[in-house]
């Protein structure tokens, strides 16, 4: 390329964004809601629905990324650094992307 074309080495003159990643928390597959001790038509009729998909929620306390289940504690809530409820999508940058994989949720990033 000859000089004056435009061309600027890779540098656009636009403001390059950081890289950004999705995480999606974990989901687990819950029982239908059938008690324990159902008889009679209630359990014939829930016996025959699959389990079905819950999301999971992912907290950071003290650092350390861990799964808190489908329904968190409040008190868990409140201590935590940051919150990612299950069933949802969030944008991420690439440092929470390296430390949620460094603490096991590499593949629910994409």
């Known amino acids: ?57 992912v907290l950071k306390t003290n650092g350390t990324y861990w799964t808190a289940g489908p329904y968190p504690l409040s008190s868990d809530l409140e201590a935590a650094e940051e919150i990612y409820y299950g069933g949802h999508v969030y944008t991420i940058s690439a440092d929470t992307a390296a430390a949620l994989t460094a603490d096991g949720y590499g593949a629910y990033i994409a």
């Open 1 to 57: 390329m000859a000089y004056g074309d435009g061309y600027a080495g890779g540098y656009s003159g636009v403001a390059q964004a950081a890289p950004t990643f999705i995480f999606q928390p974990p989901i687990g597959f819950d029982n239908p809601p059938v008690l324990p001790d159902t008889r009679g038509v209630q359990y014939r009729l829930f016996r025959h629905f699959d389990n079905r998909p819950v999301g999971h929620t």
